[in-house]
């Protein structure tokens, strides 16, 4: 590692830091109800918005009411995503004449995508896709499914303030205040900026360009930084292009990918003091902040010195200099020279820490521990900063285990925040647990075994679930492993060795997207119906303190500690043994 690399990492978790406050303190008040700067402008939109729904703003909804929405929102704007996909032949804005690519298990895959805020990309947007649904289907989706997460987090914290309620909010209102006074602003903003470092933003037609070599090139022209802002804003992740933050369109310089990765943690960073502050403390929030950038910083060095180190057997095909056994000038392999290994490596570790998906570089090309940090991230359930919402809601479904597990080391019953943690809130949480972890492992094994009978419904391969894959060995089990976690953990990065357009893997990536995402989402929601109904008790001597140094080490060790249970079996079988194989002089 270099010091220039190391101080690239420490400066941005330096901004992320300073940025965490102020906008918490604006969601807080936000959520809370309170008047912000922005009222005066979009209040009366905000009132317009709920008329026109008929949505009562004061009424408050129990947490099955509030689920009951989320889910019908949720079932609607995947049925207005994939049919606009499967009618984009037929409808204006497509320069190009897209219309026959988005196959019905396609669509669906990318319907539920998007809804689930995965943003999983079998498909190549500009070979595709029309600016009409690049607009209306995915940056709208970028939007509401964003929203819906912050949402849900903060009726779950409302459950932790609150005393003896029966409602923890309403989520129509919460969905239009995350839209239109927190999302929209900073999306505009966003915008403004990357279309100044060079992000297009157009209905051009596509360019045609002739090459030196006298060829003929097309280059793809859209509505690029209106959705590449609202991507990274709300943890989606998906990309204009298929090449994602990697294409010149998108993410042009320096400056832009560093601003990119600050608006990918912005939000989930913020949630952490609006949680605090909500709750009436704000070391709470500090504390799980704490917890999330542990992790985070050790993933991102343990990247970074991996993809500097390289691969140490270049020095047998005579191309290593020293006798360190490091590859000279590391592992540049799909990485942009633009932003080289350690920008490449901090945003591969900032995408798969929250649950955003988008890349700078192709995490199939890192070494095989440079590989194993992307994966792990999101196996821990997106809990280091997270999605949107979900990093937040996610990671007090950890804290909620913390407690338990120190209630039972100490015999008292666990509390948090004031609130006695009790069986039906860890049954919930361990179903949360167990739904994801179940969608990864299991669809892994059985893409990793079954073979199909050879028909054109399965593109004519046999063996549709291994036959798509660019590598063997542990190499070629990751990029599965890879395809099912991305998807389960609604993250949408991709190894990017495996084809995944086929109906076997848009079908059963798009069920763990599905499971990945309501599957954690409903059982939160009545952990947080269960604990607003409780009465907040005082902190006695024998109470754990969660606000201090102690809480955050177990926070810490818990999620490590499930993780790895979990997982370590599928790890050894992939990036663990490829880097053993590999300083043995085995490639894959």
Same mark, same amino acid.
């Given at each position: 590692m270099t010091a220039n690399g190391l101080i690239q990492i420490l400066f941005y978790f330096l901004l992320v830091a300073l940025l965490a406050k102020p906008i918490?303190? !604006?969601?807080?008040?936000?959520?809370?109800?309170?008047?912000?700067?922005?009222? %005066?402008?979009?209040?009366?939109?905000?009132?317009?918005?709920?008329?026109?729904?008929?949505?009562?703003?004061?009424?408050? *909804?129990?947490?099955? *009411?509030?689920?009951?929405?989320?889910?019908?929102?949720?079932?609607?704007?995947?049925?207005?995503? !994939?049919?606009?996909?499967?009618?984009?032949?037929?409808?204006?804005?497509?320069?190009?004449?897209?219309?026959?690519?988005?196959?019905? /298990?396609?669509?669906?895959?990318?319907?539920?995508?998007?809804?689930?805020?995965?943003?999983?990309?079998?498909?190549? &947007?500009?070979?595709?896709?029309?600016?009409?649904?690049?607009?209306?289907?995915?940056?709208?989706?970028?939007?509401?499914?964003?929203?819906?997460?912050?949402?849900?987090?903060?009726?779950?914290?409302?459950?932790?303030?609150?005393?003896?309620?029966?409602?923890?909010?309403?989520?129509?209102? /919460?969905?239009?205040?995350?839209?239109?006074?927190?999302?929209?602003?900073?999306?505009?903003?966003?915008?403004?900026?990357?279309?100044?470092?060079?992000?297009i933003q157009n209905f051009n037609s596509y360019t045609q360009a002739t090459t030196l070599e006298g060829e003929t090139q097309v280059i793809a022209q859209g509505p690029v930084a209106s959705q590449e802002a609202?991507?990274?804003?709300g943890t989606n992740g998906g990309g204009f292009f298929n090449a994602n933050s990697a294409h010149p369109y998108e993410n042009p310089t320096p400056l832009a990918n560093l601003v990119q990765m600050l608006m990918i943690f912005a939000i989930p960073a913020g949630l952490t003091y609006t949680f605090g502050r909500m709750t009436g403390d704000r070391r709470q929030g500090w504390a799980l902040f704490s917890a999330m950038s542990v992790p985070f910083l050790a993933g991102a060095l343990l990247v970074y010195g991996s993809e500097q180190a390289g691969n140490p057997n270049l020095a047998k095909l005579g191309l290593e200099t020293s006798a360190t056994g490091v590859q000279p000038g590391g592992n540049m392999e799909g990485k942009e020279v633009r932003f080289g290994i350690a920008a490449t490596a901090l945003f591969a570790t900032v995408t798969t820490a929250a649950s955003c998906g988008a890349v700078n570089g192709m995490h199939d090309s890192f070494?095989?521990? &440079?590989?194993?940090? %992307?994966?792990?991230?999101? *196996?821990?359930?997106?809990v280091i900063f997270g999605g949107t919402g979900a990093g937040l809601y996610s990671m007090l479904l950890f804290a909620i285990l913390a407690v338990f597990i120190a209630g039972l080391m100490v015999g008292r019953t666990p509390e948090y925040l004031g609130k006695k943690i009790e069986g039906k809130e860890v049954k919930m949480a361990m179903l949360a647990l167990i739904a994801t972890s179940a969608a990864i492992l299991l669809f892994t094994?059985?893409?990793?075994?079954?073979?199909?009978?050879? /028909?054109?419904?399965?593109?004519?391969s046999y063996g549709a679930a291994t036959g798509n894959l660019n590598n063997a060995g542990p190499h070629g089990f990751a990029e599965i492993l890879y395809a099912y976690t991305s998807g389960a953990a609604n993250n949408g990065s991709a190894f990017a060795g495996l084809s995944a357009n086929t109906p076997w893997y848009n079908l059963t990536v798009g069920l763990a997207m599905l499971i990945g995402r309501f599957f954690i989402i409903i059982p939160m929601l009545a952990i947080a119906g269960s604990l607003a109904s409780k009465k907040k008790i005082a902190a006695t001597p024998g109470t754990l303190p969660t606000h201090g140094p102690l809480f955050v080490i177990l926070l810490v060790g818990t999620v490590v500690i499930v993780g790895a249970l979990t997982f370590f079996p599928a790890l050894s079988l992939s990036p663990i043994a490829e880097h053993f194989l590999m300083l043995q002089g085995r490639l894959f």
């Open positions: 918490g303190l !604006y969601m807080a008040r936000l959520f809370a109800g309170e008047r912000t700067f922005l009222h %005066p402008v979009l209040r009366p939109i905000e009132r317009l918005c709920y008329k026109l729904a008929g949505v009562r703003e004061e009424a408050e *909804q129990r947490w099955t *009411q509030y689920a009951g929405s989320l889910l019908a929102f949720s079932f609607f704007s995947f049925l207005f995503a !994939y049919l606009l996909q499967r009618l984009e032949g037929v409808l204006p804005l497509n320069p190009s004449g897209f219309g026959e690519a988005m196959t019905p /298990d396609l669509a669906f895959n990318t319907a539920v995508s998007f809804t689930t805020n995965t943003n999983w990309q079998a498909y190549g &947007g500009e070979t595709m896709m029309s600016y009409l649904v690049q607009m209306a289907a995915l940056t709208v989706q970028n939007f509401v499914s964003a929203a819906a997460g912050v949402a849900v987090a903060v009726a779950l914290t409302r459950s932790f303030a609150g005393q003896q309620s029966s409602s923890v909010g309403n989520f129509w209102v /919460d969905l239009t205040r995350a839209v239109l006074y927190l999302f929209l602003p900073l999306s505009l903003l966003g915008a403004l900026f990357l279309c100044s470092q060079g992000v609202i991507k990274l804003l070494t095989p521990l &440079g590989g194993l940090v %992307p994966l792990f991230n999101m *196996q821990t359930g997106e094994g059985a893409s990793s075994i079954l073979e199909f009978a050879k /028909d054109s419904y399965w593109n004519g």
